[in-house]
């Protein structure tokens, strides 16, 4: 049901995140950043095709991120989100990670995961780096929650 991403499953991820982020929902990725970072996605399979996405990004120092959580409209509250999430959290912890921080504006959801609601700038500066590309900068609402594993 669930398997780590592979090339081919890289416009089909795009698609079903860019949607969503078009409603405001989540951030956009593009193209390069999702061939780039191909290695951190988990991908929900129905029918052969990709119907969720989660990523797993290591950040610094037993510090990692789950991002890009997805899942198309027609699947949801079908347990595939639950799924992908507890797929990069697991594999957080294979990899060391001592801590797993999300920015979301669905705090609600990752609260069910056991993630708390920090500030900020209570997370190391080095993430916030990747923030001067982002298309909502400096204009963000996303909230910040870690979760220690
Ligand atoms: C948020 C999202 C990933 C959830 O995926 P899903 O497959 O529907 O979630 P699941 O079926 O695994 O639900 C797991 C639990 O979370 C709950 N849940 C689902 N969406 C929720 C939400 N928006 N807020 C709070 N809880 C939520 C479900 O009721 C379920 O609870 P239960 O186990 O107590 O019954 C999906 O709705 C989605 O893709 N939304 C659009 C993109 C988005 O907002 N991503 C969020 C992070 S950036």
């Given at each position: ?34 061939y ?30 789950v ?47 056991g ?19 982002c ?15």
């Amino acid at each position: 049901m669930i398997r780590k991403a592979r090339i081919e499953d890289i416009k089909q991820i795009q698609e079903m995140i860019n949607a969503f982020a078009k409603q405001d929902l989540m951030l956009p990725r593009s193209l390069n950043e999702l061939y780039e970072n191909l290695r951190d996605f988990w991908v929900a399979e129905d029918k052969k095709k990709v119907v969720g996405c989660a990523a797993l990004h290591i950040s610094w120092d037993n510090l990692a991120e789950v991002k890009s959580v997805a899942v198309a409209r027609n699947q949801q509250k079908k347990g595939f989100g639950r799924i992908l999430v507890s797929a990069c959290l697991n594999e957080a912890k294979e990899m060391g990670a001592k801590k797993v921080f999300v920015l979301t504006y669905k705090p609600e959801y990752f609260k069910k995961f056991g993630f708390k609601r920090v500030k900020h700038a209570d997370l190391p500066h080095k993430i916030w780096a990747e923030c001067i590309n982002c298309c909502k900068f400096p204009n963000c609402q996303e909230i910040a929650l870690l979760k220690t594993l």
